[in-house]
């Protein structure tokens, strides 16, 4: 912060941790590898991009508030991040290229017919 002051001349700034006496707004989550959720969107997404999807914390990525953490911890759904990504990850006007979109989609209507028992 004390570079960020210097920068702009008269801001002043001050750190404090939010809701000190509560648990974290964003709570971590973790599901086994070897989940049905896991299995299901990995074929989906080997069917769709030809290779295996990575598993696991993927670096930088990993330390981001997802929805999965509260639906897991409130609801008892169990579920994975898997998105479009790319290149613009967080950063400034984050977007995702076109050809990403599709093939999340892609992936994720494989992953519904799977998890649904509508496709084989």
């Known amino acids: 912060m004390d570079e ?14 939010q809701f000190a006496d509560e648990r ?13 959720i896991v299995a299901s969107v990995s074929k989906a997404y080997k069917s769709v991009r030809a290779v295996d999807q990575q598993l696991g914390p993927v670096k930088p990525y990993c330390f981001y508030g997802t929805d999965a953490a509260h639906l897991q911890s409130r609801a008892g ?5 898997c998105g479009p990504g790319g290149r613009y990850n967080t950063m400034p ?28």
């Open 24 to 36: 974290p707004s964003m709570l971590p989550f973790e599901i086994e590898k070897t989940a049905p």
């Open 77 to 81: 759904m169990p579920g994975i991040v």
């Open 4 to 17: 960020l002051e210097a920068e702009i001349p008269g801001l002043k700034t001050t750190v404090e941790k």
């Open 93 to 120: 006007d984050e977007r995702v290229d076109i050809v990403d979109y599709l093939d999340a989609i892609r992936i994720y209507l494989l992953t519904i017919l799977d998890v649904c028992e509508v496709a084989s």
